[in-house]
């Protein structure tokens, strides 16, 4: 079972506090960070043309921004958690020798700190198929605070993430890996698709039935059924996705439908937040909210 006191404590503006992290944008400078107005604009005719545009045609400004946050925030961030960069190829010249052969870098694999979580501290090997799981459970993560959502925002907002996954798994088989055949590159986008699916029941499964489920599942798909992995990075990683959902939770509609939420860090412990903590979360997200919803009528939302 996930320990009681998920350790580490959360404070309102400190270097990670839980969920309030992603609200203020001053304090989180380094995190990645979308926002509908980084050049606020005016109240001056074009904000009234806009206005007119969304009001006269019934906009429903919820689902229209599914594709820049869903397809584009949501999946870069998941895309990012395991992604290694492999650095500048070599020269068209030296790579066509072997046009099969995956692209050769011209330096050692870069990790973030994210991506040395999985592969050096869980000892998870360093393969496309490795990143695809990891990408995989961070979907999924979001698919469980999607659902939350009204229906038609919740299913648009889900296409476009996975919609975003295949089309640039698709893109990397063929640049990356070197597959030259669409027939093979088909063959696995099938294979991939089954693995998605697989892989979200499952995890269904296990956030119904508990965290022995739920481990299980992790077990079988992140570590690919091995009898000999360390039990704890396991645990590790149950603590995590139970934290990560916990953070979803707490942030309302609103915000996570225009992206102002993210993943916290996968080695780190945190504790619940205390009711101060949330009114003051409740507090930053009503200010943001009024602030955007005055400074530009395509932020306005009819989530809560």
């Not at 404590?9 to 609200?23: E, N, W």
């Not at 492999?86 to 991506?115: C, F, I, Q, W, Y």
């Not at 088989?173 to 699916?197: A, G, H």
């Not at 707490?250 to 903590?277: M, N």
Request: glycine share 4%.
């Amino acid at each position: 079972m996930l320990r009681p006191a998920i350790r580490q404590a959360v404070r309102v503006g400190v270097a990670r506090p839980l969920a309030v992290r992603s609200y203020s944008k001053k304090e989180n400078s380094s995190l990645p960070y979308f926002t509908e107005d980084a050049s606020p604009t005016p109240n001056t005719w074009k904000q009234k043309v806009g206005e007119g545009i969304v009001s006269l045609f019934n906009i429903n400004m919820d689902k229209f921004r599914a594709a820049p946050v869903a397809g584009g925030y949501y999946y870069n961030l998941c895309k990012a958690q395991a992604l290694v960069d492999l650095g500048d190829p070599l020269s068209k010249e030296e790579n066509r020798k072997d046009r099969r052969a995956p692209v050769k870098p011209v330096k050692p694999p870069v990790l973030s700190e994210t991506a040395k979580f999985w592969y050096e501290e869980l000892g998870m090997p360093m393969t496309f198929a490795r990143w695809f799981q990891v990408v995989v459970l961070h979907e999924w993560m979001l698919f469980v605070r999607m659902r939350a959502l009204p229906p038609a925002v919740a299913e648009e907002y889900q296409q476009l993430l996975v919609d975003a996954m295949f089309v640039d798994i698709e893109k990397r088989l063929s640049t990356e890996i070197r597959i030259l055949s669409n027939r093979i590159i088909q063959n696995y986008m099938k294979d991939f698709n089954l693995q998605l699916r697989g892989a979200m029941l499952s995890y269904d499964e296990g956030l119904v039935k508990g965290d022995a489920v739920l481990a299980a599942a992790l077990w079988r798909n992140l570590f690919d059924g091995d009898p000999n992995v360390d039990v704890e990075h396991v645990k590790r990683v149950v603590a995590y996705v139970r934290a990560q959902l916990y953070l979803f939770e707490k942030t309302s509609d609103r915000d996570f439908a225009v992206g102002h939420s993210t993943f916290i860090d996968p080695w780190s412990e945190y504790e619940p937040l205390t009711k101060e903590q949330e009114a003051e979360m409740h507090r930053l997200s009503e200010e943001r909210r009024q602030k955007e919803e005055k400074e530009n009528a395509a932020a306005k939302s009819k989530l809560q």
